[in-house]
């Protein structure tokens, strides 16, 4: 599947936005891109790849400025948000900003720009959230849904997944900076379970949430693996630092949670949750839930072999 027309990504400028623009021009999609982001750093270093995308610089809280970037716009994909768990927790007024009013002023600039849809990227920290980012983006899931139901005109879909491989600001660039650096990687706890996916698994996920219900949020069936395996895939010969738990830290993820499932459906390869202002469905046996902790794990070749591809600037497509 691809898409077509013309697309605005807000936060547009980081790794998810550069996947799936690398994507369309690599596949041929008949595409016509809007990066919508604040740091005009990115941005300029994505224009020197791609001079044909439009560039605009602007804040997802303000409202008159996503119109006028959405105008003419077939597609939103919604991906800026205030994503660090630390950060979140002692700047909390700031990620509710940007998170649930910026979400806010996406859904109003959308409707107002006549957008055909709009796809959310959210967290499978919004999966019964205990931190303050996944509480955002669990509210910011709601407000997509309630506004899928309460109109027709532009449809709202929604995606919520896991830990990306190699993305900015994600763990595998931590731990290889530490590592080049000659310091100690720090592990918070052997036992920690994540679910792991590529750039292109997420773009993948994207692009098959439009043929799910406006309202739906599209989870994968994601592998998982435990934080010591990343770190012996990643800097195997590194001398590891045990920190213990940060703040508002889940040993596990879940995906879809046991209250989630009666309104789940199978959906490609993995589910679609209704709004739960909707009858259940009731397909799964009760406390039914995927969490990463009994998620299949990746095996170890395969993370090596991912981790020696990185090395050589390649990209894997897909987990297997």
Not at 14 to 35: N, P
Not at 200 to 229: C, T, Y
Request: proline share 6%; hydrophobic share 45%.
């Amino acid at each position: 599947m691809t898409l077509a027309g013309s697309i605005l990504v807000t936060g547009g400028s980081g790794s998810l936005g550069t996947a799936i623009i690398e994507r369309a021009h690599d596949e041929g999609w008949d595409a016509r891109f809007t990066v919508y982001s604040r740091d005009e750093v990115k941005q300029s270093a994505l224009r020197e790849r791609f001079p044909d995308v439009i560039y605009r610089l602007g804040d997802i809280r303000d409202h008159g400025a996503l119109a006028r970037a959405m105008r003419g716009v077939d597609t939103v994909i919604h991906a800026a948000a205030y994503k660090r768990v630390p950060e979140a927790e002692t700047e909390t007024i700031a990620c509710a900003q940007s998170n649930v009013d910026g979400s806010i002023a996406v859904i109003d600039a959308a409707l107002t720009a006549h957008v055909r849809r709009v796809i959310g990227i959210s967290t499978d920290k919004a999966c019964h959230p205990i931190n303050a980012y996944g509480m955002t983006k669990a509210l910011m899931e709601r407000l997509f849904q309630s506004v899928a139901l309460s109109q027709t005109a532009t449809a709202f879909h929604l995606v919520r997944y896991g830990n990306v491989l190699a993305s900015r600001g994600s763990v595998i660039p931590m731990l290889l900076d530490q590592a080049k650096r000659g310091k100690p990687v720090t592990l918070t706890d052997p036992k920690m379970t994540r679910f792991w996916l590529t750039l292109d698994d997420a773009v993948d996920l994207i692009l098959s949430s439009l043929d799910a219900a406006p309202g739906e949020v599209v989870i994968p069936m994601a592998a998982s693996a435990p934080m010591a395996d990343i770190i012996r895939a990643v800097v195997p010969d590194a001398e590891v630092c045990i920190v213990g738990p940060r703040a508002a830290e889940k040993t596990h993820e879940s995906l879809m949670n046991a209250d989630e499932s009666p309104y789940a459906r199978a959906f490609g390869k993995g589910w679609a949750i209704g709004p739960m202002s909707l009858p259940p469905v009731r397909l799964y046996p009760e406390g039914f839930a995927y969490t990463s902790e009994h998620a299949p794990r990746i095996e170890a070749t395969e993370l090596r072999w991912i981790m020696e591809s990185m090395a050589r600037g390649d990209h894997p497509r897909t987990l297997s």
